[in-house]
């Protein structure tokens, strides 16, 4: 899934040992409370006791059960069978909950990312990008230009540059471009009366400090040149794996002094006619034909957001194989707790067959107890689903970049669905049991 090739399955006894650790650690701390509780309990109570009715109906939810006489018996039987053993079903209802809160938290973050992704993009006006390996004239922009094809053409450099120990991202624009749609956030844009003017991206600014007057050096292969911050745009995006720490944006001219590249440019925005994958394709072809002397190199930008919402799948796979390994507990926490219930009521459900009742109503009772556990479970899911996903959320943005947060309503309707589907999963077992 990951488009690796993967040699094989190799064991490390380290993680054998800390598979035994957690395995032991949380069945211990898990045991903490029962023995507690159970160690609490004198021996006359323990003799005394026995069991489930033995306390049931003094508690005021046993009686506000029994008073739910006016739903029907099934329902009614569920909920007042739910009321017997509390402890036991707030431990399934919280395993429903994490289920559904894993799932909602990984939904809301996959759609983060894609959003996020999408807004990246959405700042270029350029259909694709030509560079070649030869620094050509900045005239030759308007030789791409006289194309049928080609919309609107600018000249821009891409280089790495130093800020301190900091590696950034260098790009040379026109002041007044119209291929990179900016949105500021805080001073202005560059402009030709600062000709030693730079823009930042808003993360870089906010990790450094920097604001609009701050002076900073800027080296490219050596060359240095102290700018003046203007501004401070929202662009963030970069490779998954790259290691510069942001962006800066300055005029073509400065661009081209630091790169040593006066009077040429070696990477142009094109637009298109038309933005569709096809006549992009279409488009390239001819222009890598026409200039193939030059060693041109191309791409669409279409292909580039395609690639980068494929190499964002990996981090959806990862967070879904989560929500399984918890979806997968919470069944085996429902599917426990039916269990228990229907050996505990062997007698109930004798009386219950000696009075008429048929094995679909028993099956009715025990699902019906599962869907009333799936609901209570998906109603504390969605308030624990939102600050999960929050955080998970800006733990990529801190890994990665800024990330929009996204929580669609539709989310919460899927998180339902796979909370109903979950239970009636779990509960088909013991149901067809009893």
Known sequence: LFNLTIGGVTVDPLDVAQGVLVGVGVTTLAALLPAWRGTRITVRKALDSYGISATYGQGWLDRMAKRMSGLPRVPAMSIRNLARRKGRNVVTVMAIALATAAFLAA??????VTVSINQAYEVYGSDAWVWFQSPVGLGFAQTLRSLPEVKQVEAWVVRGAEIAEDRVTMWGVPPDTGLYKYRLMAGRWLTELIPDGVVLSSRYAEVKGLKPGDRLEVAVAGRAQWLTVVGVVDDNAQGLQSSVRGKIFVAMETASRLSNTSGSADFFAVRLLQGDGPYVEEALGKLERKYRALSPGMLAAYADKAQSLEASKILSILLYAMTIIVATIGGIGIANTLTLNVLERRREIGIMR???????HLVQVFFTEALLLGAAGFIFGLALGLPLAWFLVALMS????????????????TAFLFTVALTIVASIGPALGA
């Open 107 to 112: 939904q809301s973050t996959t759609e983060s």
């Open 354 to 360: 000696s009075l008429g009742g048929r094995n679909t």
């Open 398 to 413: 801190a890994v990665l970049f800024p990330l929009q947060f996204a929580f669609p309503l539709e989310v919460a309707g």
